[in-house]
């Protein structure tokens, strides 16, 4: 036969882990009355009896509120600390307010951002960088199109030039000295 749990009887509160009266300061969880020692964080396993305030859990366990945090409150993508209050969500990742920006540069976006492979946000030049699309020479994206590259760095054809006479290298023949392009003529009389 099940135990009905009755919260009062006679206008006492009674513990619903002992079943007994309770006589002292107590702790009201779940719509239960509890003994704070008969009440423990379902992580730590520390009672109440401090005073320390209870939080229930997503999973309908009682817990305090540090380890709350550690268990459900999220956590800032940047910073790794837990987020109380406002909180930006972008793609997979939430982030206090002060810590949404840039993940290159670390400028506060203007109400535009874009979400990389990596889930974090990126400033527009830096998300294109990022993808291997932003022009060494224009400094623009390279959105539609053609693209060239030398090295690590992307060109728009019409911006892939000599370095010196800048003379369009797109299709031709060129040479590359510090990491920058040259046409024949001026790596020849410059460099060669």
Same mark, same amino acid.
């Given at each position: 036969?099940?135990?009905n749990y009755?919260?009062?009887?006679?206008g006492?509160?009674v513990?619903?882990?002992?079943?007994?009266y309770?006589?002292?300061?107590h702790?009201?969880?779940?719509?239960?009355?509890?003994? *704070?020692?008969?009440?423990?964080?379902?992580y730590?396993?520390?009672?109440f009896?401090s005073?320390?305030?209870?939080?229930?859990?997503?999973?309908?366990?009682?817990?305090c509120?540090?380890?709350?945090?550690?268990?459900?409150?999220?956590?800032?993508?940047?910073?790794d600390?837990?987020?109380?209050?406002q909180?930006i969500k972008?793609g997979?990742k939430t982030?206090h307010?002060? &810590?949404?920006?840039?993940?290159?540069?670390?400028?506060?976006?203007g109400?535009v951002?874009?979400?990389?492979?990596?889930?974090?946000?990126? &400033?527009?030049?830096?998300?294109?960088q990022?993808?291997g699309?932003?022009?060494?020479?224009?400094? *623009?994206a390279?959105?539609a199109g053609?693209?060239?590259?030398?090295?690590?760095? *992307?060109?728009?054809?019409?911006?892939?030039? &000599?370095?010196?006479?800048?003379?369009?290298?797109?299709?031709?023949?060129?040479?590359?000295?510090s990491?920058?392009?040259?046409?024949?003529? &001026?790596?020849?009389k410059?460099?060669g």
């Amino acid at each position: 036969m099940a135990f009905n749990y009755q919260p009062v009887i006679n206008g006492i509160p009674v513990c619903f882990a002992c079943k007994q009266y309770i006589q002292e300061p107590h702790l009201v969880a779940f719509q239960m009355n509890w003994h *704070s020692y008969h009440l423990i964080c379902n992580y730590c396993k520390r009672d109440f009896t401090s005073g320390q305030p209870l939080v229930e859990g997503q999973d309908g366990f009682a817990y305090c509120k540090e380890c709350f945090n550690e268990a459900f409150a999220p956590k800032c993508g940047k910073c790794d600390l837990v987020i109380e209050g406002q909180m930006i969500k972008a793609g997979i990742k939430t982030f206090h307010p002060a &810590c949404f920006t840039c993940t290159t540069c670390e400028k506060e976006f203007g109400g535009v951002f874009f979400t990389a492979d990596d889930g974090f946000p990126y &400033c527009e030049k830096h998300y294109y960088q990022a993808q291997g699309l932003w022009c060494a020479d224009c400094q *623009s994206a390279i959105i539609a199109g053609k693209m060239l590259t030398m090295g690590d760095k *992307s060109y728009h054809p019409a911006c892939f030039k &000599c370095n010196l006479c800048k003379e369009k290298l797109a299709g031709r023949e060129y040479y590359e000295y510090s990491d920058k392009p040259y046409c024949k003529m &001026c790596y020849l009389k410059y460099y060669g």
